[in-house]
């Protein structure tokens, strides 16, 4: 059974950095596309970013694009989000999800049912 937890969520002012992990346990990602999802008060659950097992490619929301980096590292069995050049409009409670026979990503990838999510990390951007 996969568990997934995030972590690296904090408080950072607008313009500033933060990395956003999802750590894997129970077994490995390799077969998992992540697909990192947030949301903010009063609005919809947003697909941000997908982050193919096949090939570590990645996929992102407009709204993230340039600004967020995606990585995965077998060793520990974690993905990452990197998020540069934050803004007040990026806090939000961010989840990263995965799902049974989801390697590949795709355009669609926000509107997957996913099987797996982890408990969510708070991001304010806020100065």
């Known amino acids: 059974q996969l568990q997934l937890v995030e972590s690296g969520g904090g408080l950072v002012q607008p313009g500033g950095s933060l990395r956003l992990s999802c750590a894997a346990s129970g077994t490995t990602l390799d077969y998992y596309a992540i697909v990192w999802f947030r949301q903010a008060p009063g609005k919809e659950q947003e697909g941000i970013s997908c982050?193919?097992?096949?090939?570590?490619?990645?996929i992102y929301a407009d709204s993230v694009k340039g600004r967020f980096s995606g990585s995965r590292d077998k060793a520990s069995n974690t993905v990452y989000l990197q998020m540069n050049s934050l803004k007040p409009e990026d806090t939000a409670v961010y989840y990263c999800a995965a799902a049974h026979l989801f390697h590949k990503c795709n355009d669609d990838y926000h509107t997957y049912p996913y099987d797996y999510w982890g408990q969510g990390t708070q991001v304010t951007v806020s100065s």
């Open positions: 982050i193919s097992s096949t090939d570590g490619s990645a």
